[in-house]
């Protein structure tokens, strides 16, 4: 899985062997270690729930899905599944959970992964 955050917003792009995963598992977990040996993890769920989650404990970010949104995803074209969560107050959380792209930018990178059948074009960036 692949993590990017910015002010207000979360976004995951998942591998095919992670969706796949996702999919028979129900969960998906990620781990970065530190030098400290603290470990921050991020982590995909379904759920019986009807509405996405997103919460945060310790080192801990957890998005759970829906049953009933995740599992039209898991075998689309769809590529990705989006909300805006509202925060205590004020605001929003954007969530964005895609099926990954390969970067044309990178050519070393791996690209096994990725769902080239959803890209437009050949030569798209991720």
Excluded at 59 to 83: C, H, N, R, Y
Aim: with cysteine; hydrophobic share 35%.
């Amino acid at each position: 899985m692949k993590l990017r955050l910015t002010h207000n917003s979360i976004r995951i792009r998942v591998q095919r062997s992670e969706l796949a995963q996702l999919q028979t598992e129900g969960r998906i977990k990620e781990a970065v270690t530190f030098p400290t040996s603290a470990a921050f993890q991020y982590e995909i769920a379904v759920h019986d729930g009807t509405e996405i989650e997103a919460s945060h404990n310790e080192s801990m970010i957890s998005i759970k899905l829906p049953s009933d949104v995740a599992q039209p995803w898991f075998d689309s074209s769809q590529v990705g599944i989006e909300t805006n969560l509202s925060l205590a107050g004020n605001g929003q959380l954007h969530v964005l959970i895609e099926k990954d792209f390969p970067c044309a930018d990178r050519p070393n990178e791996d690209k096994s992964e990725t769902f080239w059948e959803l890209v437009d074009k050949p030569d798209a960036a991720c």
